[in-house]
Each structure stands twice: as C-alpha cells, then as structure tokens.
C-alpha cells in the first residue's frame, strides 16, 4: 500500500512541480514584455520606398462560406500590382473548386496576377500545398492567409516594412478577431489568443528567445524557408516546425503587436475541438523532432533553450491538469488516513503560487488589450476564471492528442470548419462541415464532471478544503465541454 501512495505522491509532485516551472516561465515573459513596452522599445521602421515583388499565399481546402471572402480581401490590399502575385492554393473536393475558379478568374479579367493553384491528391495535406505554390511562387517574400482571415488593406505595406535587415527571417503580426463576442467560446478562446499575441509572442521576441509563426498572418522571406528545408508535412502544425528549423539556423523573427489580422474563430465545440486537437497534437510532434536539436545546439543561450523547452512542451500542461485532477481524489484519502505524509501536502501548497503567476499573466494581457484599464480589469475577473475551468475541461480530449503525438501516432491534417459568421444573429448549425455524431469520448468528459462533483462531496465530508475550488473548476469546465459538444452535435 505505501508503496502505491508513494506512487501517487511521486507522480503528483512531478507534474504540479511541472506546472509551477512553467509557471515561472510565463512569469519571465510577462516581466520581459512590459518591461519593453515601458521602455517602449517598438520602433517602426520608414515607409517603404522600394516594393520587392511579394506572393501571398491563400491555402484553402473545402471552404465554401469563406473562400471568395478571403480572396476579394486579399486583392484589395494596396500594393503596386506589378509587384504583386496571388496564389489560391486549392485542395477542396466540393463546390469551393468552382466558387474559387470562378473568382479567380473574375480578378484575372480585372489584371490580378492571380493563380488558382487545385491539387488532386492532397498529399501533405497544408504544408504540401504551400510547398508546390513555393516551386512557382514570383515573391522573394510570401504571407500567408488562412481561409477565415480578412487581411487589412495595408497588411504589406505596414508589415514588410519589418524586414530591416537580410537576417530577418519572418514577421509575424498580431491576430484580431471577427467574431470575438459571438458566444462564450468565442469570448474564451479571444481571452487566450490576447494573451499569446501580447505577453507570449512580445515577451519572447523581445528578449531574443524563439518565438513561432502561427500558419497565417504572417510574411516569409522565401530564402529563409528554403535554408531552412522548407514546408515539412511529418506533422499536423508544420509553422511551428518551420519556425524552429529555421531559428536553429540562424534567422531572426520579428513580432509586430501593434500590426492586427482579423479572423473567425471556432463558433461550435467540435470545431474547436478539432482545431485544439490539431494544435496540441501538433506541439506534441513538434517538441519530438526539434526539442533534441534545441537542448545540443551550441548556438542557442541556455536561456532560451529554457524558454524553448516549455514553449514545445506547453501541450503537456493538459496532461498535467488531467492528471493531477484525477489523482487528487485518492490524495484526499490519503492526507485524511496517513498523517505522516501531512508534510508532504504542506510543501506542496507552496506551488498553488503557480496560479497567481498566471493570473498576473493574463491580467497584463488584459490590461494591454483594453485602453479603459477598469474595464480591462472587469474582463479580466468576468473571464480568467471561466477561461480556465473551460480549458481544463479540454484536458482529456487534448492529453490524449498529446500522447499520440509523442508516441509517433499520425494522423490526417483536419482543418477547422469556418462557419462566416460575425454577428449574434448569424447561424452556423447548418453548416455541412460539422459533424453531428457525439464522439464517445464526450460521454466520458461528462462522467469526469461527475468524478469531480464527487470530489467536491468528499472534500466535505473529509473536511479537507484545499483542493475545493480545483474540483469546482474541473466540474464546471468536464460539464461545459461535455454539455456544448452533445447541444452542437445535436443543432
């Protein structure tokens, strides 16, 4: 029996102490960011006086409600015509073929050098189709756009300004959001992406650690992906991998906070799933092929090797809160039946610091993101505790595309259904993307609601409080992720 408790305790330590290092990580970014934005250390280069030829890159696959959205965006940006290539990198298999064949050549009619570039086999699946529009691209520099993205007029001509120095690899701007206050998905999911657009990629870039490009928004310079292998497709977030493969090469990223990107974001739980899927499984894939060649690299500071390390190991954090939640419920008998071990659980209440480390995370992002302070702090109490209770209720769907990505497991690169919905009164529940099966795993999401209700039951009955407002989390968040998966499943 000791031995199992010992078990448990041993495993429980190494994850939470997980999270507190990671924990202090953020904290270092926070510190880092706004120590630059008080400096105020953003400093925008001059207008543009010589325009190099530039290819924008629209990778589309099966988006019937957003394509001819993006692609009339993308040719409204202002940038000499002569200088400037399109290229509609079409994989769909349905109806978009024709509403993209049918706008593009709209456009050509009008003088667009625009390409409809259609794939029969999606081989590669994103990467590989940026890859081939690589081969034939006309751009010594290449942005990239999502099909749910609306690029702002004066996205190259505000951006390539960026590209100072021939070193300079990437620029990298900041993601806004069409539909931000849609439904509370919507809200969450803002909540979190501020406050990796803000402290995470700012606090990297500004003390010089590897920050990543986020597959759209962005602009390459072609030379910088070709000296880094170009596209690789061996894993489902292949920018992510680019991103390090080149940085390990030498090349330098640029962030540009004050540059915003307007996009949809996942409006139904199973989009969202299937995009947090993606993402994490994709981390998972990417910490096994690159972390290896961060850690042995003679070129990197051992400081950012450190942020290195967390930053492709981040996905892990749901493996963790998955299972410190599970194993908290024995630990509770335990602490309640074995008093020797009470110093054990007093040494751990130490890392509850964790949370007021990210919570002074989020709030800085809060505060940047609103310039009405008081109202940015109101955001900030109404959202960061919903926002965590809701991701910890993704921790089982998104642990278990963690494990199958360290253990090699592959997997099809599955998109994110784009819904073009901006206002309240806009449906999305017809949308022919979704599915409308219950996955088996949302039945266990919400027996998970109920393990934690049971938690809570027994933390009065042991009298142990401690863990309460953990449980209560994990209850709230297991019961909303299950509850919205079977209500948009249904329609």
């Given at each position: 029996?000791?031995?199992?408790?010992?078990?448990?305790?041993?495993?429980?330590?190494?994850?939470?102490?997980?999270?507190?290092?990671?924990?202090?990580?953020?904290?270092?970014?926070?510190?880092?960011?706004?120590?630059?934005?008080?400096?105020?250390?953003?400093?925008?280069?001059?207008?543009?006086?010589?325009?190099?030829?530039?290819?924008?890159?629209?990778?589309?696959?099966?988006?019937?409600?957003?394509?001819?959205?993006?692609?009339?965006?993308?040719?409204?940006?202002?940038y000499p015509k002569?200088?400037?290539?399109?290229?509609?990198?079409?994989?769909?298999?349905?109806?978009?073929?024709?509403?993209?064949?049918?706008?593009?050549?709209?456009?050509?009619?009008?003088?667009?050098?625009?390409?409809?570039?259609?794939?029969?086999?999606?081989?590669?699946?994103?990467?590989?189709?940026?890859?081939?529009?690589?081969?034939?691209?006309?751009?010594?520099?290449?942005?990239?756009?999502?099909?749910?993205?609306?690029?702002?007029?004066?996205?190259?001509?505000?951006?390539?300004?960026?590209?100072?120095?021939?070193?300079?690899?990437?620029?990298?701007?900041?993601?806004?959001?069409?539909?931000?206050?849609?439904?509370?998905?919507?809200?969450?999911?803002?909540?979190?992406?501020?406050?990796?657009?803000?402290?995470?990629?700012?606090?990297?870039?500004?003390?010089?650690?590897?920050?990543?490009?986020n597959g759209t928004?962005?602009?390459?310079?072609?030379?910088?992906?070709?000296?880094?292998?170009?596209?690789?497709?061996?894993?489902?977030?292949?920018?992510?991998?680019?991103?390090?493969?080149?940085?390990?090469?030498?090349?330098?990223?640029?962030?540009?906070?004050?540059?915003?990107?307007?996009?949809?974001?996942?409006?139904?739980?199973?989009?969202?799933?299937?995009?947090?899927?993606?993402?994490?499984?994709?981390?998972?894939?990417?910490?096994?092929?690159?972390?290896?060649?961060?850690?042995?690299?003679?070129?990197?500071?051992?400081?950012?090797?450190?942020?290195?390390?967390?930053?492709?190991?981040?996905?892990?954090?749901?493996?963790?809160?998955?299972?410190?939640?599970?194993?908290?419920?024995?630990?509770?008998?335990?602490?309640?039946?074995?008093?020797?071990?009470?110093?054990?659980?007093?040494?751990?209440?130490?890392?509850?610091?964790?949370?007021?480390?990210?919570?002074?995370?989020?709030?800085?992002?809060?505060?940047?993101?609103?310039?009405?302070?008081?109202?940015?702090?109101?955001?900030?109490?109404?959202?960061?505790?919903?926002?965590?209770?809701?991701?910890?209720?993704?921790?089982?769907h998104n642990a278990?595309?963690?494990?199958?990505?360290?253990?090699?497991?592959?997997?099809?690169?599955?998109?994110?259904?784009?819904?073009?919905?901006?206002?309240?009164?806009?449906?999305?529940?017809?949308?022919?993307?979704?599915?409308?099966?219950?996955?088996?795993?949302?039945?266990?999401?919400?027996?998970?609601?109920?393990?934690?209700?049971?938690?809570?039951?027994?933390?009065?009955?042991?009298?142990?409080?401690?863990?309460?407002?953990?449980?209560?989390?994990?209850?709230?968040?297991?019961?909303?992720?299950?509850?919205?998966?079977?209500?948009?499943?249904?329609?």
């Amino acid at each position: 029996m000791h031995i199992l408790i010992w078990t448990i305790i041993i495993v429980y330590g190494a994850l939470i102490l997980f999270i507190f290092t990671y924990s202090i990580v953020q904290l270092t970014l926070t510190l880092g960011y706004r120590k630059s934005r008080k400096r105020n250390e953003v400093q925008v280069p001059n207008a543009l006086v010589i325009f190099p030829n530039v290819t924008i890159q629209l990778p589309i696959f099966n988006e019937k409600y957003v394509s001819e959205r993006l692609i009339d965006s993308t040719a409204a940006i202002d940038y000499p015509k002569d200088k400037l290539e399109i290229q509609v990198l079409d994989d769909s298999t349905d109806e978009t073929f024709e509403l993209v064949a049918n706008k593009v050549g709209e456009l050509q009619q009008k003088g667009y050098n625009i390409k409809h570039i259609h794939r029969v086999k999606r081989v590669g699946y994103k990467a590989g189709a940026l890859a081939e529009g690589l081969e034939v691209c006309e751009g010594e520099f290449v942005a990239i756009f999502d099909a749910d993205f609306l690029p702002a007029k004066n996205f190259l001509m505000d951006s390539l300004k960026y590209f100072v120095h021939d070193k300079i690899g990437l620029v990298q701007t900041k993601w806004l959001h069409l539909n931000k206050n849609y439904n509370l998905l919507t809200r969450l999911q803002a909540f979190g992406l501020d406050a990796h657009f803000t402290v995470e990629q700012g606090g990297r870039n500004a003390a010089g650690h590897f920050m990543n490009f986020n597959g759209t928004a962005g602009i390459w310079r072609k030379t910088c992906i070709e000296d880094a292998g170009g596209w690789h497709s061996d894993t489902l977030t292949e920018d992510l991998d680019l991103s390090y493969r080149a940085q390990l090469k030498g090349w330098s990223f640029k962030y540009v906070e004050d540059i915003g990107s307007p996009a949809e974001l996942p409006a139904a739980m199973n989009a969202l799933k299937t995009q947090q899927y993606r993402w994490n499984k994709g981390a998972a894939e990417c910490a096994v092929k690159n972390l290896d060649k961060v850690i042995k690299s003679k070129n990197v500071s051992n400081s950012t090797k450190v942020h290195a390390i967390f930053h492709l190991m981040n996905s892990f954090l749901f493996v963790c809160i998955l299972l410190t939640g599970l194993l908290s419920v024995p630990l509770m008998w335990v602490k309640s039946t074995y008093f020797q071990y009470g110093y054990l659980f007093q040494i751990a209440a130490i890392f509850s610091v964790s949370f007021v480390f990210l919570a002074f995370f989020y709030w800085t992002s809060a505060a940047m993101n609103y310039e009405n302070k008081r109202l940015g702090f109101l955001k900030f109490i109404s959202s960061f505790p919903l926002f965590l209770s809701v991701y910890m209720g993704l921790s089982l769907h998104n642990a278990i595309a963690v494990f199958e990505g360290y253990a090699g497991r592959k997997s099809p690169f599955v998109r994110t259904p784009k819904f073009n919905v901006v206002k309240k009164e806009e449906g999305w529940k017809n949308n022919k993307y979704i599915s409308k099966q219950i996955n088996p795993l949302t039945y266990i999401e919400l027996l998970l609601a109920l393990y934690f209700a049971f938690a809570i039951w027994a933390g009065f009955y042991l009298g142990d409080s401690g863990l309460m407002p953990f449980h209560v989390m994990l209850m709230f968040g297991f019961g909303v992720i299950g509850l919205y998966s079977v209500r948009h499943a249904k329609g």
